[in-house]
Nanobody, 125 residues
Framework: EVQLVESGGGLVQPGGSLRLSCAASGFTFSLYAMSWVRQAPGKGLEWVSA??????SYADSVKGRFTISRDNAKNTLYLQMNSLKPEDTAVYYCAKYKVIRVAGPLSQLDQYDSWGQGTQVTVSS
């Protein structure tokens, strides 16, 4: 059974940093593309960042501020978030791409078949 468990969220002031983690189990983690997706209060899901092997991609809204990485030995996905803004406030989810062979943009959310429970990030003074 695939399990994804996020951690590391919390309350941070504007300009601060947080590092999110996603512990994965139940599948061969290293073979799959993974993404971070967020949902702000009252809004829909927004793709944030993806990593496939060593290649990363980012939404324009977080480019230059967030860094996605993975440790395949630990089956863990990370999201380092710097220079946080109030508009980054959201529940952050990690998600597993549904197949090993990627077909199409990694930002396409219907291509992900497993999601964690989410971790809340609140950016406020």
């Amino acid at each position: 059974e695939v399990q994804l468990v996020e951690s590391g969220g919390g309350l941070v002031q504007p300009g601060g940093s947080l590092r999110l983690s996603c512990a994965a189990s139940g599948f061969t983690f290293s073979l799959y593309a993974m993404s971070w997706v967020r949902q702000a209060p009252g809004k829909g899901l927004e793709w944030v960042s993806a990593i496939r092997y060593g290649v990363t991609s980012y939404a324009d809204s977080v480019k230059g501020r967030f860094t996605i990485s993975r440790d395949n030995a630990k089956n863990t996905l990370y999201l380092q978030m710097n220079s946080l803004k109030p508009e980054d406030t959201a529940v952050y989810y990690c998600a597993k791409y549904k197949v090993i062979r990627v077909a199409g943009p990694l930002s396409q959310l219907d291509q992900y078949d497993s999601w964690g429970q989410g971790t809340q990030v609140t950016v406020s003074s």
